[in-house]
Every structure is written in C-alpha cells, then in structure tokens.
C-alpha cells in the first residue's frame, strides 16, 4: 500500500519560513498535493505539483510565499514556506493522485498523517 510521512511542521513567528517535507515510499504516483486544516474548518487545498513539474497549482492564499517542489530520486516531495502568517497556522498534510494535480482532496487516494505548524503574530 506505501506509506507517506511528513516532517517539518513546527511553530515560527509571523514572517518566518518553514520547509515541510513529505517522504513516500512503496508506491507509485504522478501528483504529490499538500492540504491543511486549521481548528474547526475544513480541510483546503495549498499546492500540488505533478511527476515532471510540469504541472503545478497554488491556492491563492500562498502563491508568492509557498513554493512545492519533489525530488523523485528520493520520492520526496518538499513545500517551502515562507513569508508565514498565523493564519497560515494549521495540521498540513501531503497527499498523492495517479492522475495530474486537482484542488479537490477526494481526487487524493493516499495521505499523511499531517505535521502541525503553527504561526505566532
């Protein structure tokens, strides 16, 4: 079934960077999306990129501050954070599609268990 594992969610202060981190393994995919999930929302969609990057979405919200990007040697997806705001603070999730990136998190099969970061004003 495979596994993915994401790594470096923490707190910063408004303004600071955070570079998450999502490890795949035993799988195959094209498209590697992360979402998040702040207290009492729902779930929402921050930035997908497919297998040769040719394909890449951003929510509005983080376009010019977030950047996706993947190693596929190391299966490894990466979403850098920067510019942080605490509304940015929530549990984000990694998560992987055959098909090529959408913002709908039902077209994901397979997630994270989610890393927490958490921005202070």
């Known amino acids: 079934q495979g596994t993915l594992a994401e790594s470096g969610g923490g707190s910063v202060q408004a303004g600071g960077s955070l570079r998450l981190s999502c490890a795949a393994s035993g799988r195959t995919f094209n498209t590697m999306g992360w979402f998040r999930q702040a207290p009492g929302k729902e779930r929402e969609f921050v930035a997908a990129i497919s297998w040769n990057r040719d394909s890449i979405l951003y929510a509005d919200s983080v376009k010019g501050r977030f950047t996706i990007s993947r190693d596929n040697a190391k299966n490894t997806g990466y979403l850098q954070m920067n510019s942080l705001k605490p509304e940015d603070t929530a549990v984000y999730y990694c998560?992987?599609?055959?098909?090529?990136?959408?913002?709908?998190?039902?077209?994901?099969?397979?997630w994270g268990q989610g890393t927490q970061v958490t921005v202070s004003s």
């Open positions: 998560a992987v599609r055959i098909g090529p990136p959408l913002q709908v998190d039902r077209a994901y099969n397979s």
